[in-house]
């Protein structure tokens, strides 16, 4: 009788253990499972058509990060994993990407493709699910909708269509004598046209007349029917903003048709890519520019870049990207390090939480301090206007990597030369 | 602003633009206008040309044209092969148009992705003497780097309608197109021309990348920016001719040149394309079609 006694004890004793490993492992393997389970963080880049030069080179470099942050643990403990779709540089692709991510993905967090047509068709989904959005790169996106959970890497300041080009007019106007006409030409795409009419507002500010003011359709054959009729205005003055390559096709109608007008640039994108530099060559010389980043010596606006652009050259090769990786890579490593730190600084997935925390918080970052102000726009713009120059030789890359070929005219705390007119630099 | 400065060289630009038009169009020409074949693939083949001449160009400082003549016969026997592959698949067996057109919507996303994965998405450009070499006459410039594209244009679309007009091959070519039963009858076989009429118009592909090269930086989708040009001006020359082609061409570039100069850019696609509805809408078989012709 005992012996049954004993027996049964222990028959309970051991179903007790097993009930509470049981309990016990439906507790913790949970809370393994998720701190194995990694965040992931979704967007649409343009991996090919007209933007893929520059959205290649920000996807080499989002990867750079996502090794980066894997090597030190990762967010909130968990790996983070990127997962991305070719948006192929067009707008209409964009809403069906993100839909596939939030609902098929089920990504943990959004961010933008790069520039402003391909962040704009995002902006709905991401308003109507509450989620922290940011933007790469993108002009205005934000200014109709005034969406608190917007953030935005491109330092052009609080009012982007228009802070963008203040530095280039403030170039401009230190020509002697000043000017006082103005042409303006833009491509029909959403983020020239509010370069343009940002850069119109200037104008007026300014006083300077505007003798030519229009648009055109991108991929033009050929661009200089558009320069001579602009000539035939007489500007002192030529803004333009463009795409890649626009800005390849107009520099190359300027040298063939010339112009009078004492300066040629503003806002075209696409010259600080590394395949159309080498083509144009000194084509480019007495072109002034909008630039990020330039290898002059007084970019200590950028403590990280350097390192970081090191690292890029080395895998951009394999990878089939810009080899130089100047335009969008450290501002695409920039914009998952700000939000990076914020999720690690929230302790949690909270999107009101960490855009609350962005909002006031001053970032440390490879393209030094990052601080939002209204809109999620940056407090205080950075946009260099640069001017090149001394370019002499056809085909060669590495000559522009080397200092004094974009040299800094503004800010002036960054300036390494000062501004020229167009033609005594050809 | 009007001066005659700037008509006289928005009409040579316009002219030299319609020449790059043509030579883009007049291979689709063969295909769409004579054989009924949708070949949605032929810019991307025209970009498959311009990334070879770029190689060889900036590897072993060949020039651009050259090296597009030179690739021709390449061309032409891949043109072979693949309208082979689409007679066996699709012609033979009867198979609906839209089957053939998903044939060749495949090969326009293969060639992409074959350039992307060679070349990757950057931009490329050629060097070549002429490129930036500009002639004056007085107030007129004539920019090298349209007017050698311009000139080979025409080369190519002269001996192209020579060629269908004068000899046995190019006239078996217009006869499939109008009748291949009666042919057969004649004992040729149509299926061999029309072989030949494709890799004719793949040929002329290798020549027309070489000019878009000289004239634009190229990158792996910029084909499809012009799929719906290159259509419109096959129809407005009317199907199957390649003068009408050379002229709905050189009409377009104009009318690009002169709108863009004096109108503005934005409007030049909107004017160029009322053109083509304009006279459609009265000679529905296009400029220089065949009366009774209602595939277009």
Not at chain 1, 141 to 152: A, G, I, V
Not at chain 1, 217 to 233: C, E, L
Not at chain 1, 275 to 285: E, F, Y
Not at chain 2, 281 to 288: C, E, Q, S, W
Request: positive net charge; charged residues 15%.
């Amino acid at each position: 009788m005992l012996g049954k006694f004993a027996l049964k004890r222990r028959t309970l004793a051991l179903g007790g253990i097993m009930a509470a490993t049981l309990c016990l492992s439906q507790v913790l393997m949970p809370m393994q499972a998720r701190a194995a389970e990694p965040i992931k963080i979704g967007f649409s880049m343009a991996l090919t058509g007209p933007l893929a030069g520059g959205g290649k080179q920000a996807l080499v470099s989002m990867e750079m990060w996502e090794e980066d942050i894997n090597k030190k643990g990762g967010l909130l403990g968990r790996p983070v994993k990127l997962i991305y779709y070719d948006d192929q540089t067009n707008p209409k692709n964009v809403p069906g990407i993100y839909a596939k991510l939030l609902d098929v993905d089920k990504v943990d967090f959004v961010v933008s493709g790069y520039g402003t047509n391909l962040i704009a068709p995002a902006m709905p989904i991401v308003i109507q699910r509450e989620l922290l959005f940011m933007g790469l790169f993108g002009l205005n996106n934000n200014k109709k909708w005034k969406y608190d959970k917007y953030f935005q890497i491109l330092p052009a300041g609080p009012d982007p269509a228009v802070d963008f080009s203040r530095a280039w007019f403030d170039t401009v106007m230190s020509l002697s004598p000043k000017p006082k006409t103005i042409a303006f030409l833009a491509a029909d795409a959403e983020f020239a046209k509010n370069l343009k009419e940002g850069a119109v507002t200037h104008a007026k500010r300014l006083g300077l007349k505007i003798t030519y003011n229009k648009n055109y359709k991108p991929g033009t054959p050929d661009y200089t029917p558009i320069i001579r009729a602009i000539n035939a205005t007489n500007p002192d003055v030529i803004y333009i903003a463009s795409y890649p390559n626009g800005s390849a096709g107009l520099t190359r109608a300027v040298s063939e048709v010339g112009t009078k007008a004492r300066a040629f640039g503003g806002g075209m994108v696409g010259l600080q890519f590394s395949g159309i530099m080498k083509g144009l060559g000194p084509k480019l010389n007495g072109i002034l520019n909008y630039d990020f980043y330039v290898p002059e010596p007084n970019m200590s606006l950028y403590p990280g870049v350097t390192d970081l652009l090191a690292r890029y050259k080395i895998v951009a090769p394999s990878r089939k990207v810009d080899p130089l990786g100047y335009y969008l890579a450290p501002w695409s490593y920039a914009y998952l390090q700000v939000l990076g730190d914020a999720v690690n600084a929230v302790g949690k997935i909270d999107h009101a939480a960490i855009a609350k925390y962005m909002h006031a918080t001053e970032f440390s970052t490879v393209v030094g301090k990052v601080k939002f102000g209204q809109n999620g726009e940056w407090e205080k713009g950075r946009t260099l206007t640069v001017q090149w120059q001394n370019i002499k030789k056809e085909k060669d890359l590495e000559q522009f990597t080397k200092p004094g070929i974009r040299k800094i005219m503004e800010p002036k705390e960054f300036a390494t030369g000062t501004v020229k007119p167009f033609n005594s630099l050809r | 602003m009007f001066s005659s400065e700037l008509l006289l060289n928005a009409i040579v630009i316009g002219i030299f633009l319609g020449g790059f038009y043509a030579a883009l169009s007049i291979g689709l020409s063969i295909t769409f206008g004579l054989l009924d074949i949708v070949n949605i693939a032929h810019p991307a083949f025209i970009i498959l040309g311009a990334f070879i001449c770029f190689i060889f160009n900036s590897h072993y400082g060949l020039d651009p044209i050259l090296i597009g003549i030179i690739f021709a016969p390449a061309f032409f026997l891949l043109g072979l092969l693949i309208y082979r592959i689409y007679y066996e698949r699709f012609e033979k067996i009867g198979a609906e148009p839209l089957r053939g057109l998903a044939f060749f919507f495949g090969l326009m996303f293969i060639i992409e992705v074959i350039l992307i994965m060679s070349f990757g998405v950057d931009y490329q450009m050629v060097h070549a003497n002429y490129i930036d070499y500009k002639a004056t006459f007085g107030v007129i410039d004539i920019p090298f780097r349209m007017f050698v594209p311009f000139a080979i244009a025409m080369v190519m679309a002269i001996g192209l309608h020579l060629f269908s007009s004068r000899t046995f091959f190019g006239r078996a070519m217009q006869a499939v197109a109008q009748d291949s039963l009666a042919l057969r009858l004649m004992g040729i076989n149509p299926v061999k021309i029309k072989m030949i009429a494709f890799g004719i118009s793949l040929a002329t592909c290798s020549i027309a990348g070489a000019l878009l090269v000289i004239i634009m930086p190229i990158e792996p989708s910029v084909g499809r920016l012009y799929i719906g040009q290159v259509f419109a001006i096959v129809v407005l020359g009317g199907l199957g001719s390649q003068s009408g082609t050379l002229i709905a061409a050189m009409l377009l570039g104009l009318l690009e040149s002169l709108v863009t100069t004096f109108f503005g850019p934005s409007w030049s696609p909107a004017i160029a394309f009322s053109a083509l509805i304009l006279v459609l809408a009265f000679k529905p078989t296009g400029i220089l079609g065949r009366v009774g012709d209602t595939r277009g």
